[in-house]
């Protein structure tokens, strides 16, 4: 569970919902919303649930959440999100027929964590079933700025600021993440259960789809 001053930099506006209007292109460049509107989609690490928001708006039927820091956000949400850890996702094999983490795998840590978040999705992805993720890659650029960041050397806009202050937040892990990044690469691109099927890596994100065969 995320600590209450991350929740306050993360959350904090206008910010939170300028990150919430970008998610939808996106969701675009990954092929989401092209899927079928009659899917069982699970978003890990939903966070207070953007993206299911967008989804549910854009008559997606069958989608839930779970996420390890509960939001009050959550009670009035018109899908369910469940408390949890995904590294332990509280669903049967064979669930889902898509599977989303959106600017999360940082958070779990190292590379034990996002092995064992895989091996997760795999179990409760249908065979065929897709895994969808946007992080951040451990990139000369991304780790430029993260330092220019901390520092408060490049905060020259709110929203940089507000990022700033979610870094020394996240740091913990992130730095953790960062220097295994080395062996999360390619344990996403041909180490884990689920098969890539696409993968591009634009200035500070990558996105991927990974397939259950
Ligand atoms: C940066 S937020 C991303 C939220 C959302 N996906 C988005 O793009 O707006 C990361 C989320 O991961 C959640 N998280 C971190 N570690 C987790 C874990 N082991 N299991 C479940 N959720 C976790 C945090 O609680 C937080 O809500």
């Given at each position: 569970m995320e600590s209450v001053s991350w929740q306050s930099a993360h959350y904090e506006e206008p910010y939170s919902s300028q990150r919430k209007a970008k998610l939808l292109a996106k969701l675009a460049k990954l092929g989401v919303l092209k899927l079928d509107r009659g899917a069982h989609i699970l978003d890990t690490c939903c966070g207070r649930g953007d993206a299911l928001d967008l989804l549910f708006k854009r008559g997606f039927k069958y989608i839930e959440g779970v996420d390890a820091t509960p939001h009050p956000d959550w009670v009035t949400a018109p899908f369910k999100i469940h408390e949890s850890d995904v590294r332990k996702i509280p669903f049967a094999d064979n669930t889902f027929d898509y599977v989303i983490n959106l600017?999360?795998?940082?958070?779990?840590?190292?590379y034990q964590g996002v092995k064992k978040f895989l091996i997760e999705c795999h179990r409760v992805l249908k065979p065929d079933g897709k895994l969808f993720i946007i992080d951040f890659p451990a990139s000369p650029q991304i780790k430029l700025l993260f330092f220019l960041l901390r520092k408060r050397i490049?905060?020259?806009?709110g929203g940089l600021k507000n990022f700033a202050n979610i870094l020394d937040e996240e740091w913990s892990y992130l730095s953790k993440y960062l220097q295994e990044w080395p062996a999360i690469h390619p344990l996403l691109q041909h180490q884990c259960p689920l098969d890539l099927e696409h993968s591009k890596q634009e200035f500070f994100l990558f996105y991927y789809i990974l397939v259950k065969r």
């Open positions: 600017h999360a795998l940082h958070h779990l840590t190292d490049f905060t020259i806009t």
